[in-house]
Every structure is written in structure tokens, then in C-alpha cells.
């Protein structure tokens, strides 16, 4: 069984930044994807970024051009750099991992962007 325990989230204001990381409890193998989704009160959880373990990245719509993900593949870690944040990305941030063909989840970090 893999954890992914994440860290990071927190009360930040609009136009600022925050940094959210995600590691395996797991090393020794590389998961296929990493990545992140959110879901914001009365919303469905939906995807924000993922990367493969080769390096290519999917980004949502709404986060591209302000948010970054990184992974560590020895480490098995992800990592999502988010810039030029707005109220609307007021979430709690899952991070996602898949092996083969099970899918993981975090506990979830609350991200509360508000002045």
C-alpha cells in the first residue's frame, strides 16, 4: 500500500503564492503519473495538473500560465509551484499518484486564497 502525504497549503493573498508537496511512502519504483486535483465547496474534484514520469504536464484551463508542477522520480515526489493566486482556487489540493492500474490519493491541504 502507498500513502502520499502532502504539505504546504495554507491562507495566502490574492496575487500571491504558495508551494504544495506531495511525497510517496514508497520508493523503489516510479509511478506512472503524479499530479494534483481540487475541489472547492459544492464542486466536483477536478483535475489542476498532472505530469508523466517522462515529464510531459497537463494543466486545467484556469491555472495555466500561473501554476507549475515537478516531480522527482528517485524521490517519488510532486511538487506544484502556484503563482498570481485568485479566490477562485480556494480549495482542498489532493495529490494523485498511479501505479500500474491503481490510482492514490492524499488526505487533501486546504488552499484558502482571501485578503
Known amino acids: 500500500q502507498v500513502q502520499l502525504v502532502e504539505s504546504g497549503g495554507g491562507l495566502v493573498q490574492p496575487g500571491g503564492s504558495l508551494r504544495l508537496s506531495c511525497a510517496a511512502s514508497?520508493?523503489?519504483?516510479?509511478?506512472?503519473?503524479m499530479g494534483w486535483y481540487r475541489q472547492a465547496p459544492g464542486k466536483q474534484r477536478e483535475l489542476v495538473a498532472v505530469?508523466?514520469?517522462?515529464?510531459?504536464?497537463n494543466y486545467a484551463d484556469s491555472v495555466k500560465g500561473r501554476f507549475t508542477i515537478s516531480r522527482d522520480n528517485a524521490k517519488n515526489t510532486v511538487d506544484l509551484h502556484m503563482n498570481m493566486l485568485k479566490p477562485e482556487d480556494t480549495a482542498v489540493y489532493y495529490c494523485?499518484?498511479?501505479?500500474?492500474?491503481?490510482?492514490?490519493w492524499g488526505q487533501g491541504t486546504q488552499v484558502t486564497v482571501s485578503s
Open positions: 494523485y499518484a498511479r501505479y500500474r492500474i491503481t490510482d492514490y
Open positions: 514508497r520508493s523503489g519504483f516510479i509511478m506512472n503519473a
Open positions: 505530469i508523466s514520469s517522462g515529464g510531459i504536464t
